[in-house]
């Protein structure tokens, strides 16, 4: 099969793009609110708010990302809502990135050593005060390669949407493979299956580069040399 299926295609293929970076920049924007709430309260002192968010972790951690998708998007109008594929995959993807981001934000709170948190106390922060000045600043450092390889999960997650009938990137993959096996025969699958290996392996490089420059951006500066 001609890569000219491709170019036919390639409004279509735009669009639908464009609808896997939208999936993904909600779900990485949604799971970023999460990871930050529920890690803070995995971290917390207080078991009574500690215990509970550590449910919530480990429960959305172990469920697979596609029995979320088909929960949210068969289950959803039992509770009264009625979601489309798009928003569907953006709520499952959000609670299973967010669940494991809050591992990730926990783990960086860990990190910081207790003089920290005495030094809050001595300066009279408590609460979120403490966290938003004090503590968060200095997680965010050590939580970056993580929750970058996350995000770069979050972004190869978005082609479950196919399967409840969001039309992005392997969807129209789907479809055009489909349409083109009927009009003209052939096995066109390798020429549009092999475009979209390409399109997730460039966007997700480009992720991971972007990544490293912020992770590199966090890194102290090197101390010059005395003349």
């Not at 464009?18 to 909600?26: D, K, M, R, T, Y």
């Not at 509770?79 to 960086?108: D, K, M």
């Not at 003089?115 to 609460?127: K, T």
């Amino acid at each position: 099969m001609s890569p000219g299926l491709i170019y036919a295609n390639a409004v279509f293929f735009l669009r639908a793009g464009g609808i896997s970076l939208l999936i993904f920049f909600f779900s990485a924007l949604f799971s970023i609110v999460i990871s930050l709430a529920f890690g803070s309260l995995a971290s917390s002192q207080n078991r009574a708010l500690r215990a509970p968010a550590r449910v919530v972790i480990e429960f959305f951690r172990d469920v697979p990302q596609i029995v979320s998708v088909f929960f949210v998007f068969f289950g959803a109008p039992a509770f009264g809502l009625q979601l489309g594929p798009v928003e569907a995959t953006i709520i499952s993807l959000s609670l299973w990135g967010g669940a494991n981001g809050a591992e990730i934000v926990r783990g960086g709170i860990n990190s910081i050593p207790t003089r920290q948190f005495e030094a809050c106390r001595a300066l009279g922060l408590r609460g979120i005060d403490a966290f938003i000045f004090i503590i968060l600043p200095q997680a965010i450092k050590p939580v970056i390669p993580a929750y970058g390889g996350l995000c770069t999960v979050l972004l190869q997650s978005t082609a479950l949407g196919a399967l409840i009938g969001a039309t992005e990137l392997l969807k129209s993959a789907q479809i055009v493979i489909e349409r083109a096996a009927f009009a003209h025969g052939g096995m066109p699958g390798i020429t549009v299956y092999g475009f979209i290996l390409v399109v997730y392996f460039t966007i997700s490089s480009g992720l991971m580069r972007g990544t490293r420059l912020i992770e590199r951006a966090f890194r102290p500066g090197r101390q010059r040399r005395q003349p």
